[in-house]
C-alpha cells in the first residue's frame, strides 16, 4: 500500500443543482473521492438523492455560518455575532448536522463553509459536534508550503495567518478525539487551477494522508444567479479533475486515492 494517500474532497454539495451535478461527474468520471454538504443550501434535497444513488462517495457536513441569509456576509461580521451572542454556534451547527443525519445520510467528516471553525468558538462547536455525532474527522486548514509561483501574496499572507491559531487549534481537536490528515492542499489555489498545476501539486505531496479541498461544478444560470465568487473556475476544477494527465500524476507518484472511511 502506498505511503501517499489522498483525500479529494468537494466543498459546496447542495449549493446548487448545477454544482451537484459537478460534483457527481467529478466523482464518476474523475478523482474526486468526497464532499461536504450543505444542510442550508438551496440543492440541499437534489443533493440527498445523489448521494443515495452514488454510495461509494464519502458524505460529509459543510457547516455554514457565514455567506448567505440569513448569517453574516463575513467572517468579522460572524465573529462579532458570536461574540455578542447573535449566533450560538453549536445550537446552529449541530442542527445542520441532525439535518443531514435525519435525511438518511451517515457523514465521516466535517468543515466549515470559509474555514470559519478557525474561530475558536466555532472551533469549539465543531469538536464537541464531532464527538457528539460521532464524526471523526474535521478539516485542519493548513496548507503544507508550495512554491510561490503563481500564487498571490493575499492568499499567501492569508494562508500563513492561519497558522497562527494552529497550536490551539489542534489542541482542542485531540481533546474531542478527534481526527484529521497529515496535510492539506488546496485553499492558496481555489479557483486557480488547471490539470497541469494539480498534477504539479500531485507529484508534490509529502508522505501521509493529505486532503485536497476542490470545488467542482457545471456552470449554467443557476449558479450565475448565485452568490458566490467561484462560478466558471468550477467548470475548469472539473476538467483538472477528470484528466488523463492528473490520473497519471497520481500513479506516477504512487498516490493512493482514498474516502475518509477508509483511512
Known sequence: MSSKRLVVNADDFGFTRDVNRGIIEAHQDGILTATTLMATGPAFEDAVRLSKENPAL?????????????????????????????????????????????????PSHLDT??????????????ARISEEFRIPWVRRPFDFPLQPGGISWKKRTVSRAFGVVRGRFERVLARHGCRFTDHFAGFQITGRYDASSLAELIRSLPEGSTEFMCHPGRCTEELLASKTRLKESREEELRALTSKAVRDALSESNVQLSRYRDL
Open 113 to 126: 463553509h470559509k474555514h470559519t471553525h478557525l474561530l475558536p468558538p466555532v472551533l469549539d462547536a465543531v
Open 58 to 106: 464519502d458524505i460529509g457536513v459543510h457547516l455554514v455560518l457565514v455567506g448567505s441569509s440569513p448569517f453574516p456576509a463575513t467572517v468579522a461580521q460572524l465573529a462579532r455575532a458570536v461574540a455578542l451572542r447573535r449566533i450560538r454556534p453549536y445550537e446552529e451547527l449541530s442542527a445542520q448536522v441532525k439535518r443531514i443525519v435525519d435525511a438518511g445520510l451517515q
